[in-house]
């Protein structure tokens, strides 16, 4: 069973940090862009950032570049999102996605495979 499995999200004050971590079982991640998307109430589906597959080229919204960081670790099927200096504007449920590697830098469309989402709420 395909599966996409995100975990980390949680409670911090401004300026904090956190680190997701989005899992695959049922799949190699490897030859996979895999990307984070965030949904806050009242608000569209944003794309915060991605990875892509073998060479693992990165991309990120303007609002989190310079804060937020992708690294993947497919030894262990793993994808991070590691989030510094945390603003309430980033709260939200954040939620990976993943779909087979394109030619060229990853983009946050055409996603296949979703994870359940893991809240993160940044208080002031």
């Known amino acids: 069973q395909v599966q996409l499995v995100e975990s980390g999200g949680g409670l911090v004050q401004s300026g904090g940090s956190l680190r997701l971590s989005c899992t695959a079982s049922?799949?190699?991640?490897?030859?996979?862009?895999i990307a984070w998307f965030r949904q806050a109430p009242g608000l569209e589906r944003e794309g915060v950032s991605c990875?892509?597959?073998?060479?693992?080229?990165?991309n990120y919204a303007d609002s989190v570049k310079g804060r937020f960081t992708i690294t993947r670790d497919n030894a262990k099927n793993t994808v991070y999102l590691q989030m510094d200096s945390l603003k309430p504007e980033d709260t939200a449920v954040y939620y990976c996605a993943a779909r087979f590697a394109r030619i060229g830098s990853c983009r946050f469309s055409g996603y296949g495979y979703w994870g359940q989402g893991t809240q993160v709420t940044v208080s002031s």
């Open positions: 990875i892509g597959g073998g060479v693992g080229r990165t």
């Open positions: 049922g799949f190699t991640l490897a030859p996979y862009d």
